[in-house]
């Protein structure tokens, strides 16, 4: 449940916490807010009013219930407010628009061959102005432009201040470029960077089947491995900003002669772009996720192979996560056809009972993420809304969100 709070911070938590109420459950009377709040029915009404007068909350319709007049159902207004992510890697960029209730208004995607920094900037910049342009969006609703980036990003770095937060392992060549910076003064807009991975946790608990629930750990699949973890509610970014990030897990597989394998950790063994380019090579289309639905329902034998070696490496990985932090869900998403996801679930559910201890009596369900290959993108447009009206704390202590208590940098 959420509840409100008499902190110095007040005012806006309880704003937010009225408006996740909404957002989760409504429509819903004052005095249905009132109970699951455990706010004064005068305080929910008082709330409401700004949050009406704001334009973020509507009148649906009156229910009547017992004497008395009937009692007014409020809901989201899901045209206050839009947000862009851009899901960006080696290989592709994704884009989609989101309204305040998650519906995503507009999506593009295309295939890259890793561009060079500056390419990656104009793209990124021309892909926000042509959303924008197409979908006949005032900027002033326009809350601002999520990005997400392989991770794990640089952990000396502040992602939301630094010009520096790129890691150049997972982008070569492209160390010390001002990606935030160059894409604020390009779109006159609010950006947020965030580990692209990190960013599909969040999608998917704001959007996806993790809404509900408390805490959950999404392995996201992209041109690598990634993770996100969220912990009663929140995303759980850890010391560095990089928490989750089992793509660099040493890894633990020894070749025929005894050897190191050829990947030292375990993202290597989910490197896309090089299963995609080893298929080609070999004669396969295998160009776009689809292809890989495709080849994979043919029995393709490079893929098969990848996926048997990757998802042998992950099962006692995804013991750990289950022991470790004792998660209600585990959730597999990513840029991975469904039908991929899907194999991979059965095969790591009969894997784990070796294991795992008898002792334990409860375990985290094992399922697939519902946002699909857009998740990423999904999760990083979630951000500039999640930053702006999620009852979190932490958000409401950080300087640089003050303008979080007027709802938007437009209101």
């Known amino acids: ?181 160059q894409l604020r003064e390009r779109l006159e807009l609010p950006v947020i960077i965030e580990n692209n991975a990190s960013a599909a946790a969040i999608g998917e608990h704001w959007y996806g089947k993790g809404k509900h629930i408390n805490s959950f750990f999404f392995l996201y699949f992209g041109a690598g491995l990634g993770g996100g973890l969220v912990i009663r509610g929140q995303l759980y970014s850890g010391h560095t900003g990089n928490a989750g990030e089992l793509g660099y897990f040493p890894s633990s597989l020894r070749s025929d002669n005894g050897n190191r394998h050829e990947h030292d950790h375990l993202g290597g063994y989910f490197n896309m772009p090089l299963l995609k380019q080893k298929m080609i090579d070999a004669g396969y289309p295998a160009h776009s996720q689809q292809d890989l639905a495709s080849r994979f329902e043919e029995g393709n034998p490079i893929l098969m192979k990848w996926l048997e070696t990757g998802t042998s490496q992950l099962v006692p990985l995804i013991a750990a996560v289950e022991y470790l932090l004792d998660p209600e869900v585990i959730f597999l998403g990513g840029r991975l056809p469904e039908n991929i996801l899907a194999w991979m679930r059965l095969n790591i559910l009969e894997a784990l009972p070796p294991h795992r201890i008898p002792r334990k009596s409860s375990r985290p369900e094992l399922e697939i993420a519902s946002s699909g290959i857009d998740a990423a993108a999904l999760g990083v447009a979630t951000l500039p809304l999640y930053t702006i009206l999620a009852p979190v704390p932490e958000l409401l202590m950080k300087q640089e969100l003050r303008h979080a208590d007027h709802f938007g940098p437009n209101q």
């Open 1 to 181: 449940m959420l509840f409100g709070t008499n902190l110095q911070y007040a005012n806006s938590y309880n704003n937010r916490i009225v408006l996740e109420i909404i957002r989760l459950h409504g429509p819903l009377s004052r005095m249905d807010i009132s109970r699951q709040t455990h706010l004064t029915v005068q305080t929910v009404t008082n709330i409401t009013k700004k949050l009406a007068k704001s334009g973020l909350i509507l009148e649906h319709s009156r229910q009547i219930s017992g004497r008395g007049a009937p009692a007014v159902q409020l809901k989201i207004n899901e045209e206050a407010a839009y947000s862009i992510g851009i899901d960006f890697d080696k290989d592709h960029l994704t884009a989609v628009m989101l309204n305040m209730n998650g519906k995503i208004c507009h999506e593009m995607s295309m295939d890259l061959d890793f561009p060079s920094p500056q390419e990656a900037i104009e793209l990124m910049s021309n892909t926000v102005s042509e959303i924008i342009q197409k979908q006949k969006i005032s900027r002033k609703k326009l809350w601002g432009v999520g990005v997400g980036l392989p991770g794990p990003l640089d952990p000396t770095k502040d992602k939301q201040e630094s010009d520096e937060g790129i890691n150049p392992n997972a982008l070569p060549g492209w160390d010390h470029t001002p990606v935030l910076k």
